[in-house]
């Protein structure tokens, strides 16, 4: 029995993949995107109207509306901001996404916001939002999670006491997998 993976679907920006956009010239990206004003862009099968500025050393996105979509499209937009500020040494992604008092509120959407971790806020000048500071950029490269690790694991096995804690053993349906 062969595996298959499921593959999402990427979801391309007015036609180009995330990959495009970022090999874009800085000058063109800058007078496309980040130009501090809202425009109108598709994102898969939605309809956005967003705006994209950079304040200080922060990438500020804000959302007013999002039109159809439904398979990813805030997702894939995040995996975008997140690679062009990683990129551009961009310490923070703000969001602002105006979807707190809409006439026709978007359940699904709420449930993304709201499990990726944006809370409702008063924004000054703007009202009730929901909003999230992604500041993880600041810290890649940074950590010091596994530092020492490889060295420890080194002395570990150099004592020889890198042995198998539990024994191994086979799950059911082992022998039907074509490797």
């Not at 970022?22 to 309809?47: C, H, M, N, W």
């Amino acid at each position: 029995m062969a595996h298959s993976i499921d593959k999402r679907k990427e979801i391309l920006f007015e036609g180009l993949s995330e990959r495009e956009i970022l090999d874009l010239p800085s000058e063109q990206f800058k007078g496309l995107i980040l130009i501090g004003e809202p425009i109108v862009f598709r994102a898969g099968s939605a309809t956005v109207l967003g705006e994209f500025r950079r304040d200080g050393n922060r990438l500020v996105i804000e959302l007013a509306q999002i039109d159809g979509g439904g398979e990813g499209v805030l997702v894939s937009l995040g995996s975008l901001a997140r690679r062009f500020a990683l990129l551009h040494r961009i310490e923070a992604v703000e969001w602002i996404v105006h979807a707190v008092n809409c006439a026709k509120p978007n359940l699904k959407l709420r449930r993304v916001v709201e499990h990726r971790g944006f809370t409702v806020r008063e924004i000054p000048g703007i009202g009730q939002a929901y909003y999230f500071l992604d500041a993880e950029m600041s810290r890649v490269g940074k950590s010091a999670t596994r530092a020492g690790w490889a060295e420890a694991s080194r002395k570990v096995a150099a004592r020889g006491e890198d042995a198998l804690v539990f024994p191994e053993f086979g799950n059911e349906g082992d022998k039907e997998i074509a490797w």
